[in-house]
C-alpha cells in the first residue's frame, strides 16, 4: 500500500485528490492547520463511506508556515508521494495580502523541499508542486505551452513561479522525482464560493430561487481557460508515476471570458443575466490579467491524458449541484422560526 501526504487536503483540489487516491489504494495522510471552527467539509464524506475498507484516511494539523512540524511528519510518515496543493490560492486577496502569500505559497514549497532532504527522502518520496497558470500572466505566447516565459501580475502568481523554479532547482540539484503541474483555471461544486466561477452559479442559482436579487462583479472581459478539477487531479497522480519528473501544462486549450460564463450560467436557468449583474470596482485587481489559454499537447502525448469536460459541461456541472443548494436553502427559509 503506498502512502501519500496531502497539504490543502481541504481545498477543492484536495478533496478530488484523495478521492482517487483512496479508491487507488493508497493510504491518504492530509495536513490541516487547526481552527476553532471544522473546515473538513468536503472530504468529511470520505470517513463515512462504507465501500472504503478500514481507516485509510489520516489528518495531522500542521502549517505551511512551519517548517519544524514539516520536517517531523515526514520523517515519521515516510510517505512515497507528497502533492503540495496547499496555498493562499485567491489572486485579487493576494493583493491584500502579499507577504502571507508569499510565505505560504513561495517558501512553504522550499520548506516542504528541504524537509524532505532533511528526513532523508530524497530517493524514496516523489514530489508534485501545483503551479499555476497566473505565472503566465501578461502571455508571451498564445495558447501557452510548458516553454512559455513567466510574467506574473500578482503576489500569487510571482510566489508559484518562486516555487515552481525551486521545484526545478531541487530536480537538478538533488536528482529528487519532482514535478510541476502547471493547471490552468480548473472548478467544480467544490471551488470556494468567493472564487468568480462559483460566485457565478451559487448566485445565479439563489436568484432563480428568489433568495438574492443581484451579483456583483469585476471585470467581466478576463479570458480563462477553464476545466474541470475532478479531471485535473487526475494529471497530478500521472506525473508521479512516470519513471522520470518533468513539468506540464494541464489545460482544455478554449478561452472563455466571464462575461461568457455568466451568459451561459444564466441562460441554463431561464435568466437573462444582464437584469442582475452590476459591477463593483472593488473586485477589480490592481494588474489583470487579461488571456489565459493552455495547450495541454504534451500531456496528452507523454502521459495520454486529455480533458473530456468542456466549458458549458463544466458549467451545467456546478449549476445543477448549486441549483439543489439553492432549493434546500429555500426549504429551509420556509420553515417556522422558534
Known sequence: ?????????????????????????????GVIRRASTFNTSRIDHLYRDPHVNGVKLFLHYGDLADATQMIKLLYDLQPEE?????????????????????DIDGLGAVRILE????AGLVKKTRYYQASSSEMFGKVQEVPQTERTPFWPRSPYGCAKVYAHWLTVN???????HASNGILFNHESPRRGETFVTRKITRAATRIKMGLQEHLYLGNLDARRDWGYAKEYVEMMWLMLQQDAPDDYVVATNETH?????????????????????????????????DLLIGDPAKAKRQ????PKVRFKGLIKIMVDADLELARREEQVSKLPRP
Open 1 to 29: 500500500m503506498k502512502k501519500a501526504l496531502i497539504t490543502g487536503i481541504t481545498g477543492q483540489d484536495g478533496s478530488y485528490l484523495a478521492e482517487l487516491l483512496l479508491a487507488k489504494g493508497y493510504e491518504v495522510h
Open 82 to 102: 507528497i502533492y503540495n496543493l496547499g496555498a493562499q490560492s485567491h489572486v485579487r486577496v493576494s493583493f491584500d495580502i502579499p507577504v502571507y502569500t508569499g
Open 115 to 118: 524537509a524532505i532532504r532533511e
Open 170 to 176: 531541487y530536480r537538478e540539484s538533488y536528482q529528487l
Open 257 to 289: 471570458s466571464v462575461q461568457e460564463f455568466c451568459e451561459e450560467t444564466f441562460g441554463l436557468l431561464g435568466l437573462d443575466w444582464r437584469k442582475y449583474i452590476k459591477h463593483d470596482a472593488r473586485y477589480e485587481r490592481p494588474a489583470e490579467v
Open 303 to 306: 502521459l495520454g491524458w486529455e
